[in-house]
């Protein structure tokens, strides 16, 4: 794999970066904290996500201090193939937590996959190594390298291990002898096995299954030679069989004619009998019909005498104009009583309405009497709101004090983080500065101390020279001399860090000041606010009062209409009522005079069906009488 092109944007101390990288070995230097270490990560982070960064860290700390987004664009190309990784990260610098929100893979300029976890794994399937194999044999982080160079000899081969993965070959050896002694095992079992096989099989064998075969096989013929005797014997019984069956059906026919004779016999004594019987009941059917023919003669007598009318008169056009009379009072009745409905909905319309005015009047007055306590409470709270304003005044005074005691104006707290960023960058170049510093004191003072043990000895272990007015002495001055300058110029950076240090602590103290006093300054725009909307409130409500008193006198006079309307139409249905009494009276009558002219044109029908019904009983009977003596003769 070669990287090709890196771009990044608000990773680290880069706001926005691009480097090409061309053929051959590229070489990145610069003071400490100039961000070298950066540039790795960020290709580090570029191929692997946030599984790249390392365990002393977090997503937060990638991220440019103040940025909310932040993205890594590493073009490499892999066994021939273009391809580029793409991270885009957000961050919340209030809370300090980040997260990725794009992660994708393209090849030759087209995505093939776009989301975190399938990145990661198509790159780790790419490359054949995982985030930790790769930081092992390939990305080396600064500092490991030199631990690597200082450690002791027994360390060193421990390290080397540890970056080569040879514990993990030694972890393969150990399961492989594992495997192999279980194959081993999983043979011998096998065999025994097979062994065990052999002795079944030896057992059978024993048995003589083929003699036993043949035996069989004569039994089976034998057994065979026995069927077909017997199946001859069950032909000849067969026949004697059906001779038998012929002659009991011959019998059970003869014994059926038998019994058919004896059925008819006892059947025509039945009908004997129930012809008698049948003669008896239409005897007495014929007196009851004769009886309640007399009664219903009398009773056509009654009706004609009760209406007045003769054997002459015509009952159906009599009974037409009885049911026109009764129709046309019922109708009447209809008419009232549908006027009388009107008027009794006009009614409880008047009273429903009444019931509503009276209810939407004394919601109304508790209304305006609701609003003018709310009216008052509201006039409180807004001095109890000018109170507390008054109070957040104070303490904002106070506050601001406290900051120019510390040398803080206005235009400085409203300027604390471009402050804080300068100071912080500062500390920053400071402490990469002092660490040089520090490193190049102990390297001085390295080679004093050779130097000064061959000066010791007095001349040069491998040329026996007098080392008195050498080079080596000289130097030996020099570097003493730079040393020196050093040191001092190490106990200038510390205290120049210091500084840097309490500034940044007093730009803290006075970024909580200022912290608070905004949150009182935004207390106080929204008691404004509130101010402002409960004396809208209020005005509203006077408002309201004023139309709902309008609408009270409405709804009294309202009353009043409503209460008149009503009593009206309750004199008007007692009039109503006693014209229906009349007509209900008459209705009545007339129904009862419809009913009687039914009833007689029923009995005067059921008459004549009477009379027919009992000639023809009578012609019953003789039929009746005829057949008895037929049934007797026969």
């Given amino acids: 794999m070669k990287f090709k092109r890196l771009k990044v944007k608000n990773i680290r101390s880069y706001s926005d970066l691009e480097i090409d990288f061309n053929d051959g070995v590229t070489v990145v230097s610069g003071v400490n904290g100039s961000g070298k270490s950066s540039l790795l990560e960020a290709c580090f982070v570029g191929l692997f996500g946030h599984r790249g960064i390392p365990k002393d860290f977090v997503l937060a700390d990638l991220v440019r201090k103040g940025c909310e987004e932040a993205a890594i664009n590493l073009e490499f190309e892999h066994m021939g193939q273009e391809y580029a990784a793409i991270q885009e990260f957000r961050n919340n610098p209030e809370t300090g937590k980040a997260s990725t929100t794009k992660s994708y893979l393209e090849i030759d300029g087209e995505v093939v996959v776009n989301q975190a976890t399938q990145t990661y794994e198509s790159i780790r399937n790419l490359l054949r190594m995982d985030e930790e194999a790769y930081k092992n044999c390939v990305y080396i982080r600064q500092g490991d390298i030199d631990v690597l160079i200082n450690a002791r000899k027994k360390d060193r081969q421990r390290m080397i291990d540890d970056l080569l993965q040879i514990g993990r070959l030694e972890e393969y050896r150990e399961r492989a002898k594992s ?42 013929k034998q057994l065979q030679q026995e069927v077909a005797n017997l199946e001859t014997m069950r032909d000849r019984t067969s026949t004697r069989i059906e001779k038998d069956r012929q002659h009991i059906e011959q019998y059970t026919r003869t014994q059926k004619q038998i019994d058919e004779l004896d059925r008819g016999i006892s059947g025509l004594e039945k009908r004997k009998k129930e012809t008698l019987n049948s003669l008896e009941s239409k005897r007495k059917e014929g007196d009851r019909l004769h009886k309640s023919i007399l009664e219903i003669e009398n009773k056509i007598q009654e009706l004609y005498d009760y209406f007045g009318l003769d054997e002459t008169t015509d009952v159906d056009n009599f009974t037409a104009r009885t049911e026109k009379e009764e129709r046309d009072a019922y109708e ?20 429903k309405g009444l019931t509503e005015t009276k209810q939407n009047l004394k919601a109304l007055e508790e209304a305006i009497k609701k609003r003018s306590t709310q009216e008052k409470d509201r006039l409180k709270e807004i001095e109890e709101i000018n109170q507390e304003y008054s109070v957040l005044e104070g303490e904002i005074g106070k506050f601001l004090e406290k900051a120019q005691s510390m040398g803080f104006d206005q235009k400085k707290l409203d300027n604390l983080e471009e402050l804080e960023d300068l100071l912080l960058n500062k500390q920053r170049h400071l402490h990469g500065k002092e660490k ?6 102990d390297q001085i003072s390295k080679t004093l101390t050779e130097h000064r043990n061959l000066l010791e000895k007095g001349a040069c272990p491998t040329c026996g020279q ?8 000289n130097d030996t001055k020099e570097e003493e001399l730079q040393r020196k300058e050093l040191e001092e110029q190490l106990g200038k950076l510390i205290q120049d860090t210091q500084w840097a240090e309490e500034k940044i602590a007093t730009i803290k103290e006075a970024g909580k000041i200022k912290k608070q006093v905004d949150e009182k300054r935004q207390k106080q725009l929204l008691i404004n606010q509130k101010q402002e909307n409960l004396a809208s409130y209020n005005e509203e409500l006077k408002k309201q009062n004023q139309e709902d008193e309008k609408k009270k006198q409405e709804f009294s006079e309202r009353i009043g209409e409503l209460e008149k309307d009503i009593k ?15 007509a209900t009276e008459h209705h009545n009558k007339m129904k009862e005079n419809l009913e009687s002219a039914k009833y007689l044109i029923k009995i005067r029908h059921d008459h004549t069906q009477m009379q027919s019904d009992h000639q023809h009983l009578k012609t019953g009977i003789a039929d009746i009488q005829e057949n008895v003596r037929s049934s007797m003769n026969r």
């Fill in 179 to 220: 495997a192999r002694t279980g194959v081993g095992r999983h043979i011998t079992e096998t065999h025994a096995r097979i062994k065990d096989q052999q002795e079944e099989i030896e057992a059978i064998d024993a048995t003589k299954p083929v003699a036993r075969k043949n035996q069989l096989n004569t039994d089976l």
């Fill in 332 to 351: 009447e009745i209809s008419r009232i009583k549908t006027k009388q409905g009107l008027k009794l909905q006009e009614r409880d319309n008047s009273q």
């Fill in 436 to 441: 040089e510093v520090r490193t190049r004191i």
């Fill in 466 to 473: 007098d080392l008195q007015g050498s080079t080596i002495a």
């Fill in 568 to 582: 009206r139409a309750e004199d008007e249905i007692k009039e109503i009522q006693q014209t229906a009494n009349t």
